[in-house]
Every structure is written in C-alpha cells, then in structure tokens.
Nanobody, 121 residues
Framework: VQLQASGGGLVQAGDSLRLSCAASGRTFSSFHMGWFRRIPGKEREFVAVIKWSGGTTYADSVLGRFTISRDNAVNTVYLQMNSLKPDDTAVYYC????????????????WGQGTQVTVSS
C-alpha cells in the first residue's frame, strides 16, 4: 500500500482544514486507516482511526473537533479538522494496517510521507 497525504497548510486559530490521504496498491476497503501527528521533539501521537467497518476512535485532544472518514470508491481517507488550535501544529501522517487498528504507531505497517499543519494564534 502506498499512501499520499495532502491538504496541510498555514491557518489561524479557529479555522478548519481537511487532510486527505490517497491509497493505492492494495484493497483499500479492507484496511484500517489512521491519522497520527508529530510535533518536533516529541513522539508521534495518535489522532484518529477508522476501521474497515467504519468504526472510529479519536484521541481525547481532538474529540469533538476532528472527524475521520473514508471513501472506498476513491481509496481515500479524510481528516476534517475544525476549531484548530496552535497546539494542533504538527506534521500529520496517515497510516494503514490490514489487521490492527490501535492507537500505537507500531500497530500500522504502511505510512504516508506527512503533511505540515501550522496553526497561528
């Protein structure tokens, strides 16, 4: 599976962004798809996951503000980010795995290249 993340940018606090992650190479609909983020100097942290079944889980820090979704027809997973805060500034990565759907980066085999999100105050 090859993953290509896009949609990052520079926004102000309170704004919205939608990240996309296009997948190719395998049967997208059978994979659990996750979003993680990394702030410089910190470990990669879990943001959200959507299972192949459509079930979702979110980190407490984004619950109620971010929404993960998928469109199997176009092999893409999305992360709609609303009410952005400066603390959301990070490089965002999408990830995929055919078996695990947890909150640890080690649960995912396939990774995209990351897209930068910067939120100014």
């Amino acid at each position: 599976v090859q993953l290509q993340a896009s949609g990052g940018g520079l926004v102000q606090a309170g704004d919205s962004l939608r990240l996309s992650c296009a997948a190719s190479g395998r049967t997208f609909s059978s994979f659990h798809m996750g979003w993680f983020r990394r702030i410089p100097g910190k470990e990669r942290e879990f943001v959200a996951v959507i299972k192949w079944s459509g079930g979702t889980t979110y980190a407490d820090s984004v619950l109620g503000r971010f929404t993960i979704s998928r469109d199997n027809a176009v092999n893409t997973v999305y992360l709609q980010m609303n009410s952005l805060k400066p603390d959301d500034t990070a490089v965002y990565y999408c990830a995929a795995d055919g078996y695990y759907s947890g909150s640890s980066p080690t649960d995912y085999v396939y990774w995209g290249q990351g897209t930068q999100v910067t939120v100014s105050s």
